[in-house]
């Protein structure tokens, strides 16, 4: 099977939130338009995307699964999703219509949909952004030199209080990701809900995109670390003995983590635009008798009303949701990085279709999304009336 890509359907704009507001999710799918000629069309697009989705839902990691899922559906089953026939797709036409849609589109479709889903957070959205290569859909260039194996690039926007998923956006490579968190940060309404927060790594703390978010109407939370020498050093010299250090302890897992944070007023030569404050981050972990000390730096925008050393530290800690409830979820529980998903939009696709499940279960409330799996995965009717009630 060949792994070029395949040509995709010209952007399609975005249909507004307030639009999908009132829509149920297989509306939202059904907006996605379909690359295909009319003619010899056998089943219809919202189905095929629908059946995915549910066998998604129910553990399916490929394509091939996919198409063994759906092929142990009832007629009944399959017209609920919205196909009339009364055998299901192959695996070829699974493969051949995700890896053409307009992932981009669909991306910024059920990102839409799951943001008038969520919630906030003492009365703001709080939104963490991150990147993740999709190593195992690299392809090789015509060379065929390990140098020039690439991979997809995506990033995504997590909900902090739900773990939804609410947008992701691809990259030819990691390098490129500054400039693309700017363009997905760009189709979210950052003045609702009171203003959004938006929680970024070391890689992102950058004056273009602090004036980017700041002037969209919310507020951002950067880490410094030592990728950035002199501005690392900088804060490191600031006054902080001279300043009181709340701190909270949690023990699980093996582990007694403690964490202490110090804020003062951001001082003048902090030149991201609006910024406020700047925390001292220290993390002791001790696990197994070993101990470890992580110190970071975090400059944010939200003064010290809207942001006390307690919120920043809850905003700072639910950062790294998206690693632990998103990444490593499709990393560990759907082996995305092993998946041979390569042609086309294909991969971009199906890591869209895992970011919707692991998004709906957490809607439901869901904490253990393996578990939330095989629970879906005994009965076919229980994922098809989750997308369904969506």
């Known amino acids: 099977m060949s792994s070029s890509p395949m040509s995709a359907v010209p952007a399609q704009p975005t249909p507004s939130t307030r639009q999908i507001e009132f829509a149920g999710l297989m509306e939202v799918l059904a907006q996605v338009p379909d ?34 899922w759906a092929g142990e559906l009832s007629g009944e089953d399959l017209a609920r999703l919205g196909l009339i026939r009364a055998s299901a797709p192959e695996e070829t036409t699974f493969r051949r219509l995700l890896s053409r849609l307009d992932a981009g589109l669909l991306d910024r479709l059920i990102g839409a949909f799951m943001w008038t889903r969520t919630t906030v957070i003492g009365g703001r959205r709080v939104i963490a952004i991150d990147g ?13 030199s390990a140098n020039n194996m690439t991979a997809p690039h995506l990033v995504a926007a997590l909900d902090h209080a739900t773990g939804a998923v609410l947008g992701q956006l691809a990259t030819a490579a990691k390098s490129n990701e500054i400039p693309s968190v700017r363009t ?49 050093a900088a804060c490191k010299n600031l006054p902080w003995r001279d300043v009181p250090a709340h701190a909270s302890v949690q023990v699980g897992h093996g582990r007694r983590a403690h964490r202490a944070i110090k804020v003062l007023a951001a001082p003048a030569w902090i030149t991201f635009a609006g910024a406020a404050q700047v925390a001292q981050v220290r993390r002791t972990t001790t696990r197994a008798g070993r101990k470890s000390v992580e110190v970071v730096y975090v400059i944010t925008s939200a003064d010290h009303r809207a942001a006390p050393p307690s919120v920043l530290a809850a905003w700072i800690q639910g950062h790294w949701g998206i690693e632990n409830r998103a990444h490593w979820v499709r990393d560990v529980t759907f082996d995305e990085d092993r998946s041979r998903v390569r042609t086309g939009n294909g991969p971009q696709t ?29 009965s076919p009717d229980r994922p098809i009336k989750l997308l369904l009630a969506s």
């Open 350 to 378: 199906m890591a869209t279709l895992r970011n919707t499940a692991i998004s709906l279960l957490r809607l439901t409330g869901a904490t253990n999304i393996a578990a939330a799996l095989r629970h879906h995965a005994a």
């Open 184 to 232: 997905l940060l760009a189709s979210f309404d950052l003045s609702a809900d009171g203003g959004a927060v938006v929680s970024v790594d070391a890689m992102h703390t950058q004056t273009d995109t602090a004036t980017a978010i700041t002037a969209a109407g919310g507020d951002y939370v950067f880490t410094v670390k030592a990728n950035q020498p002199k501005l690392y």
């Open 35 to 68: 690359p295909r000629h009319r003619r010899g069309v056998r089943h219809s697009l919202v189905g095929i995307v629908a059946v995915a989705l549910c066998a998604v839902l129910a553990g399916s990691r490929s394509f091939a699964a996919i198409a063994q």
């Open 132 to 144: 993740k290569t999709v190593r195992g859909a690299r392809t090789v260039t015509p060379d065929g």
